[in-house]
Each structure stands twice: as structure tokens, then as C-alpha cells.
């Protein structure tokens, strides 16, 4: 199964960097699974053994990416590595969507969206507002933050950590 570097530029000239699997080297025309990660993961943690998985079992393509501001990939001009913002990531699949659809390894009318987690939230956003969207696989999405602070941490923590977020700060707890 190959797996190649790949790199693309979403709307705003930010570099996107992360890789191709194919089922062999002469795929052409095959549906394609866009993948990312989600909150701080990245493209290692896993996201490659999902892919040759998928790439293995059914007869497609994955294109499979860090965030921006993650891994490999850049960040706008002077903007901070490691931020968090969900429209930004959002958009970035709909750019990562359009790059797909430029390679000749991918049938550019079969697109489908993968996120667990946090990214499991965005492919739930992004295949009801992008029409190319044929299919979003989403596993254990993140779709209410709120309610997931409050059911995880402890009431007495909660004005403290709202205090350090409010500061900039992260306490672990």
C-alpha cells in the first residue's frame, strides 16, 4: 500500500502537510476518505494505521493531514502554534476536500469526511454545509463542550478553571 508526502494550501495560504495512502501505485479515479485529527493529535497518532486500514479493506484513497498549527503543518503568519479554533479547522477540510479533488488518484464526485473526538464534531459540520460530501464517518464526536466540561470536571474546580482560562493559562489537573 503506498503512502506518499502530500502538502496543500487552504484559503488563507496556509500550508497543509500529510499523506496519501493508496491501495497500489497505479490507483486512478478512486473515492477518497479525508481524515484529521482532532483537538492536538497528530497525523502519527494513529491516523496512519486507520488509513491503511481503510485503504487495505475498500478500494480508496486517504488523504490524511495535520491541523494547522500541528505536526507538519504551518500556521497563518504570526498566529501561535498549537490554537485551537474549530471554523478554522472546519474550513481546512473543505480546503483539504478541494485538494483531493486535484489529484488524479481521486474520483474527484466520491469524497467522504472521518473524525473521532473533537474532529469528530467538525465532520459533522462540514458534511451538512459542503455539498462535495458524499459520506462523513464520525466516531465519538465532541458536539457540546460545555456539557463535556461540566460532566468531567468536579463542581469545585470549575470557578478555578475558568479563572485560568479566562487568564490565558491551562492547569492539568
Not at 473524525?115 to 459542503?130: E, F, M, Q, R, T
Request: with cysteine.
Amino acid at each position: 500500500m503506498p503512502q506518499k508526502d502530500v502538502e496543500f494550501q487552504t484559503i488563507d495560504g496556509v500550508t497543509l502537510r500529510g499523506w496519501l495512502f493508496t491501495p497500489n501505485a497505479t490507483t486512478r479515479g478512486a473515492p477518497c476518505l479525508v481524515m484529521a485529527h482532532g483537538w492536538t493529535a497528530l497525523k502519527e497518532m494513529d491516523l496512519d494505521a486507520f488509513a491503511a486500514y481503510f485503504v487495505q479493506a475498500l478500494p480508496i484513497t486517504c488523504l490524511v493531514y495535520d491541523n494547522r498549527g500541528f505536526g507538519t503543518s504551518d500556521t497563518l503568519a504570526g498566529a501561535p502554534r498549537h490554537e485551537i479554533v474549530p471554523s478554522q479547522q472546519q474550513s481546512d477540510y473543505s480546503d483539504a476536500i478541494t485538494y483531493a479533488q486535484s489529484l488524479p488518484e481521486v474520483d474527484p464526485e466520491k469524497i467522504a469526511i472521518w473524525g473521532s473526538s473533537y474532529s469528530g464534531g467538525h465532520v459533522l459540520y462540514v458534511g451538512a454545509v459542503d455539498r462535495r460530501v458524499k459520506a462523513v464517518l464520525c466516531q465519538v464526536p465532541l458536539t457540546d463542550g460545555w456539557s463535556n466540561f461540566h460532566r468531567l470536571i468536579r463542581p469545585d474546580f470549575v470557578a478555578s478553571m475558568n479563572q485560568a482560562f479566562q487568564a490565558g493559562m491551562f492547569l492539568p489537573l
